[in-house]
């Protein structure tokens, strides 16, 4: 995405609710791209929004009057957040605070922020703002699982310097990024409208007995944040599902697959249909011989277990003939020699892509909640990102994925094995 402002939001009305945060100033930049983006925006704001920035600064800039006040009538004596909450195409709540998303997921109404978004059968989108630990805390991701179960789209917050001085997650999203989700939620059709598309997430357990296995740690959050992305784009997406200790996400078919034979199965045969397939699953690259049939009883003797190694997933798709194999992005996770190792198994798996993130180290991809990916084409590394929150991540691989695909699908870019060239 880029930071120009076509006229994407032209003639929608968007109601930006403002809360009590350190980072309501920057409420004003998300007013201010919204109105070049062509929408015409509403601010409404609690008591203690109005404590950091006024709303005069927002009637400035709108040239509209700001609601505070739940009880407040409009210029036609209707009462002001019911007629907002009516006429609203979208309502953006930047930034929540805690406590806003509290209230939101208990249905609470104590402003007119809260007001709206309740009376409201408009679209809501959440750009949550708060300190690292209280972001973190259950209760408030509690809160944010409700509010997506209530279809709300949540903006996730960044990783970076906060109002505390210290640096973790929990920083107000870039407004660029910000308004490019309100973009996004109203694009006539999503950028992978009509694009079907795969992705493996999770870790594979291999059998040593019908208790035992050998697995890893992949949590697959990575893969759930790329699948949930694609879905917002409009994508139909099937989710190849190893081990995984988060939730899929709601509207994709989720294909259980938790070992590296049945993953196997289900991406051989899910391939061919898909114009897309990312595997970002880590798969166990050995599996035990013969796991046993029963529990294997201790005698005191060591244990020997035979590993083969398990067959390779995604260079078996690179190997497909060109008019099946989907675009076709693998991930590489590495201790060291990040581009050295990744830029490997994109040759020699035949990828179009390969998305390089870092494990082991003071830092490790596997099961955090954020992650530094760098993404190699044949041509080199392609990105320079920060640490990012793995939603965030998504977006942006999606923007790249997107771009790629397309280029491809019209053979405007050639890939290092054939990507695909028939569209569809
Ligand atoms: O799940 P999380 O906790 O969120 O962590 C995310 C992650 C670190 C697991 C993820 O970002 C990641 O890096 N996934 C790939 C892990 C991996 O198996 O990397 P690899 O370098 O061993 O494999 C390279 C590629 O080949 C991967 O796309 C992998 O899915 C694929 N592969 C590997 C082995 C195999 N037998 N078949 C395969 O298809």
């Known amino acids: 995405m880029n930071d120009e402002h076509p006229a994407s939001l032209a003639g929608r009305r968007i109601v930006v609710g403002v809360s009590g945060s350190i980072a309501a100033y920057k409420a004003v930049l998300v007013v201010r791209r919204l109105l070049e983006a062509g929408a015409i925006v509403d601010v409404a704001m609690t008591p203690a929004a109005a404590a950091f920035v006024t709303p005069l600064t927002f009637a400035s800039l709108t040239h509209r009057p700001v609601v505070s006040d739940v009880l407040a009538l409009d210029g036609d004596q209707q009462i002001a957040h019911i007629e907002l909450a009516e006429a609203a195409d979208a309502i953006l709540l930047a930034p929540a605070t805690a406590n806003l998303l509290a209230e939101l997921a208990a249905g609470l109404v104590p ?71 309100v973009e996004r939620r109203f694009a006539r059709s999503g950028d992978l409208e009509g694009v079907r598309v795969v992705v493996s997430a999770g870790g594979t357990r291999e059998p040593i007995d019908p208790v035992r296995f050998i697995g890893n740690r992949s949590s697959g959050k990575m893969g759930a944040a790329i699948a949930e992305a694609a879905r917002d784009r409009g994508a139909s997406v099937t989710l190849v599902a190893g081990s995984m200790s988060v939730t899929p996400p709601r509207g ?141 991540v998504a977006e942006r691989l999606w923007d790249l994925i997107v771009d790629r695909y397309r280029k491809a699908r019209d053979g405007e870019s050639p890939a290092p094995r054939g990507g695909r060239r028939s569209g569809g």
């Not at 805390?137 to 109002?163: C, F, K, M, S, W």
Request: aromatic content about 4%; some cysteine; charged content about 25%.
């Open 111 to 181: 402003d007119a922020v809260t007001a709206i978004a309740c009376a409201s059968r408009a679209p809501v989108l959440v750009a949550p703002a708060m300190d690292a630990g209280m972001w973190t805390h259950p209760a408030t991701q509690r809160n944010v699982a409700a509010l997506r179960d209530y279809g709300y789209i949540v903006i996730e917050p960044e990783v970076g310097e906060l109002a505390s001085g210290l640096t973790g997650i929990g920083r107000l999203a870039d407004p660029v990024h910000i308004v490019e989700a």
């Open 252 to 392: 994709v078919t989720v294909v259980e697959a938790t070992t590296a034979a049945a993953m196997r199965e289900a991406i051989i045969g899910a391939a061919p249909h898909a114009d897309i397939l990312v595997m970002a699953a880590a798969v166990a690259d050995f599996a035990p011989v013969r796991p046993a049939k029963r529990k294997i009883k201790r005698d005191g003797s060591a244990l020997n277990v035979e590993l083969v190694p398990n067959p390779d997933i995604v260079a078996e798709v690179g190997e497909m003939p060109e008019d099946v194999r989907p675009f076709l992005i693998g991930f590489a996770a590495e201790s060291d020699d990040l581009e050295a190792n990744a830029t490997g198994k994109l040759r020699d798996k035949g990828l179009d892509l390969i998305v390089g993130n870092v494990i082991g180290g003071p830092f490790d991809a596997i099961g955090s909640d954020e992650n530094k990916v760098t993404v190699f084409g044949v041509e080199g590394p392609l990105t320079d990102w920060p640490m990012l929150p793995k939603r965030q």
